[in-house]
């Protein structure tokens, strides 16, 4: 079985998994990994991320053109920007999962980061969490906003929209999309009362033990 056969299998399934879950819904979110040439595998639009076809997934080539499959999502940009800001990225998840839209939706949001530091998994698979400013679905102008932040942290939140994900690979970057969500939860169940956080002397040694790339 050649590489990217094994990838596209494994896209699939990481698709059926996120629904199944329901941290995915109807055609939203789209993922996408990398291929060795320099290219990548993506859902394609109006897909269900439960029911994808590997045969069918869209291609892009290094160049970020698309050479194969269905048409790929009209959100491909923030994949785009993504491994082009982090040389490392490997995959890229971008979902509207309950919990971390509605904290996209809060106002007096700390732009900066927007989850203060609960847990210490949350610390060691998301970091910090900038928030990018809202644009309507499929504007390409939120990928000048989103690649601006994309150097420096490999997890976004997009306004009144959901996250954006990058990973070292496809499970690393769903394991942090997913704790991040969870963290969403935790917040929104912790509002209104009085709240613990990490210390940043408990976070800076997170930070160099599991430091993130």
């Known amino acids: 079985m050649s590489e ?8 699939c399934a ?13 055609s939203t979110g789209n993922l996408s990994v990398a291929l060795p040439d320099g290219g990548w595998l993506m859902t394609p639009t ?5 029911d994808l076809d590997p045969a069918r997934l869209s291609k892009i080539d290094a160049a970020g053109r698309h050479v194969g499959g269905d048409k790929p999502t009209k959100e491909a940009f923030l994949h785009r920007v993504m491994y082009g800001k982090r040389e490392e990225a490997r995959a890229v998840v971008h979902l509207h999962s309950t919990h971390s839209v509605a904290v996209s939706c809060l106002d007096g949001l700390d732009c900066a980061n927007c989850l203060p530091p609960i847990t210490a998994y949350y610390v060691m698979r998301v970091g910090r969490l900038p928030l990018a400013p809202y644009h309507a679905p499929g504007d390409e102008a939120l990928a000048a906003d ?10 976004i939140l997009l306004a009144n929209h959901g996250p954006v994900v990058a ?19 935790l917040y929104l169940l912790l509002r209104g009362q009085r709240v613990r956080p990490l210390t940043c002397e408990q976070v800076e040694e997170l930070r160099e033990k599991h430091a993130l790339w």
Request: proline share 0%; charged share 30%.
């Open 4 to 11: 990217e056969t094994k990838l596209r299998d494994k896209l």
């Open 14 to 26: 990481c698709g059926a998994s996120l629904f199944r879950r329901g941290l995915t819904f109807g």
């Open 46 to 50: 109006n897909a269900s991320l439960g």
């Open 146 to 155: 989103v690649e601006k932040l994309a150097g420096e942290h490999h997890a």
């Open 167 to 185: 990973g070292t690979s496809l499970d690393a970057a769903m394991y942090a999309t997913e704790e991040l969500e969870e963290t969403a939860k």
